[in-house]
Structures are given as structure tokens and as C-alpha cells.
């Protein structure tokens, strides 16, 4: 098992700086990086930037002194907005944002210092980024925490008793209700649940912004639960709906294949009841994919169901902190938040692979041909 963890983990790196390398290429490719979000906003508003980008000193104004229908040759004219821009102004940009330097080393100087777990500063929050990520992770964590408890609260059962029952009227009507949540989008029931509880139309009953209210730190401690929980549960109930469905339809066909095996038919032939045939000798073997992806299950829920859900209801996670900055071109946030949680899923794979053995210890990855 040794051997095989130190291969997972070596298989890793690879992964990692394929993934990173790819994603790169990508967003350099696309138009309106940052130098040209900036020179937007100068084209914008008639002010001096000097302070903010040439760290004081050498004081120059933008704009109003260069000379209008210039494009202040080859160094503007890579750019978007850059037309009457001083072009020593817009080198001062880039090098300030590290874009005075080649991709390739851009990319390698970015590589080292992950690998140090420095992710450097935002380009327009004046914060490093890991403060942000630690400030964003708690609205996050609550979201992914409990949508996928309740998701294996729900789905568990559920697809037990739809394989029990397997052919039945209740078979064939979750059925129904596990193929909604599986077609519709999370962020569609979202909609949804705004409309109806939350002022949009109908009912004002659950309030449509933040995880708590704004005098929360004024409230009692159970006062403070019932608020949290007040304001979380259109989110959850959101994500809930949206994801329940592929675990359900995971368990019931896990038991249906555990059912019809040549162990339980000698169980039932020595005249073990039902209920201790299914609980004690089917749903060990039938849980053992479901249990072990739930480190897998959190991680995908945590990172990428979230997303639309904090855009949608105004919370501020990790999810709306990338969105925020793919859309403001913020390359530190990006690049940062992409290896950590890139690293953090490779790093949940292998943690879900060591939960079979636990689970069921006959599970040897040593014997397995690699």
C-alpha cells in the first residue's frame, strides 16, 4: 500500500503542471487581461494613476497630456484602450503586473513560487490571496458542508428503497423526481426558490442576500444559530435538489448488482430474514463506491456546484471570489485559487482510493497492475 501512495503522489505532480500549463495558455489567449482592464478604466475616468501603478516619485498624468489620435506606437498598440496613452506609462503597467517578462518565465516564476505556497497579491484588492481565500472559505465550507450531508441523507435511503422496491409505483415516481433533478440545473431551482420564498413573487419568508443578517454579532447564541440557519436554507435546499439525483441512482443500481448476487440467494436460502440480509450483507458491499466518493462528492460540491449558487444569493465564497476575478481578469486570484484546489481534489482522489480499503480492507492496490 506504501508503494502505492508514494506512485499516487509522484503521478500527482504531473497532473498538476499539465493542468496549470494548459489553463496558462488559455487565459493568456484571451483578450482583456488586466493591462487592458486598466487602460479601460483610464479611458474612463480623467484622472492620474501615477500613484497607484509607478510607486511614487515620478509623477506623470494620463491622458490629458498625450497627444489625442496617438497610439503611442508598438507598445500601446498591443493593447485594447490604449490609444492617447503615454507608452512609457502602459510599460509601467506591465511591469508592475509582471508582464514585462516573457510567458514562459512568467509561468515558471508563477510554478516556483506555488510551490513555496506563496500565491502573491490581488492586482485590484490590495490583498494577498490567500487572506481572500481564508476570509471566502467559511460561506463555502457551511454551503458544501451541509449540501452533502443532506445529499447523502437523502439519496441513501432513497435508493435503497427504490431498489427494494424496485418495479413498483413508488419506484416509478421518485423516479420522476430523481429525473427533474438530474435534467434541471441547480441554479434553475435557485430561480425558483426565489420566486416563490423569497419575495419574488409569491412568499417573503427567507431572506435573499448574505448568510447572516447584519446585527448577527448583537444576537444570542441560539438567536445566531436560527439566523444562519434562516439565511442558508434556500442555498442548500438549491444545491440539494440539483445533486441528489446521481447519488440516488448510484446506490439503487450498487444494490440491485449486490442483490442478485450468489451470496445473497444462499443468505435467503438459509432462512436469514429480509431485513438482516440487505443490512447486514448487502449494504457493507453496495456502499463501499458510495461511502468512498464522498471525499470526491465534497470537493466537487465545495468548489464547482457552489459557484452559481453565491452568485445567485449574494454569498461571498470562494465560488464568487473566482468569479469576481475571471471576470476582472485578477491573474493571481485565478492562477492561486486553480493550483490549491487543484491540488486539493488530486489530493481527495487519493484519500477517496485509501477510504475502499477502509471500507472493505479485501481491497489490495498493491496486486493492481500499473
Known amino acids: 500500500m506504501f508503494a502505492y501512495i508514494i506512485r499516487r503522489l509522484l503521478l500527482i505532480v504531473p497532473t498538476l503542471v499539465g493542468i496549470m500549463v494548459l489553463n496558462f495558455v488559455i487565459i493568456h489567449s484571451a483578450p482583456g487581461g488586466p493591462v487592458e482592464q486598466i487602460l479601460a478604466k483610464l479611458q474612463q475616468t480623467d484622472v492620474s494613476a501615477t500613484e497607484r501603478f509607478s510607486g511614487g516619485g515620478d509623477q506623470r498624468e494620463v491622458g490629458p497630456s498625450a497627444q489625442p489620435g496617438s497610439d503611442g506606437g508598438g507598445t500601446a498598440g498591443r493593447y485594447r484602450g490604449a490609444r492617447g496613452i503615454d507608452p512609457e506609462f502602459i510599460k509601467e503597467i506591465e511591469r508592475q503586473f509582471g508582464f514585462d517578462k516573457p510567458a514562459h518565465v512568467r509561468f515558471f516564476l508563477m510554478m516556483w513560487n506555488f510551490l513555496r505556497f506563496d500565491f502573491g497579491d490581488s492586482f485590484f484588492r490590495d490583498r494577498s490571496v490567500v487572506q481572500l481565500v481564508v476570509d471566502k472559505l467559511p460561506v463555502s465550507i457551511s454551503l458544501g458542508l451541509w449540501t452533502t450531508l443532506l445529499v447523502y441523507l437523502v439519496s441513501i435511503p432513497l435508493g435503497v428503497a427504490k431498489a427494494v422496491r424496485d418495479g413498483t409505483r413508488f419506484d416509478v415516481w421518485t423516479s420522476g423526481a430523481v429525473i427533474v433533478g438530474n435534467a434541471v440545473p441547480g441554479f434553475l431551482f435557485a430561480i425558483l426558490l426565489i420566486v416563490l420564498f423569497a419575495g419574488g413573487r409569491y412568499f417573503d419568508w427567507f431572506p435573499l442576500r448574505g448568510l447572516v443578517s447584519d446585527n448577527w454579532s448583537e444576537l444570542g447564541f441560539w438567536q445566531r444559530i436560527i439566523d444562519y440557519l434562516w439565511h442558508i436554507t434556500l442555498p442548500v435546499a438549491s444545491m440539494v435538489i440539483g445533486g441528489f439525483a ?125
Open 246 to 370: 446521481g447519488l440516488t441512482m448510484l446506490t439503487k443500481n450498487s444494490f440491485l448488482d449486490q442483490i442478485n448476487q450468489q451470496y445473497v440467494m444462499t443468505a435467503r436460502a438459509k432462512g436469514l430474514s429480509e431485513r438482516r440480509v440487505l443490512y447486514r450483507h448487502v449494504f457493507r458491499n453496495a456502499m463501499l463506491i458510495v461511502i468512498a466518493g464522498f471525499p470526491g462528492a465534497f470537493v466537487g460540491i465545495l468548489f464547482t456546484g457552489a459557484l452559481l449558487t453565491e452568485v445567485i444569493f449574494s454569498l461571498d465564497g470562494v465560488g464568487l471570489l473566482g468569479f469576481e476575478a475571471a471576470i476582472n481578469r485578477d491573474y493571481p486570484v485565478m492562477f492561486g485559487t486553480l493550483y490549491f484546489f487543484t491540488l486539493l481534489g488530486l489530493a481527495m482522489k487519493l484519500v477517496e482510493d485509501l477510504t475502499y480499503v477502509v471500507v472493505d480492507p479485501r481491497i489490495d492496490f498493491e496486486s493492481r497492475e500499473t
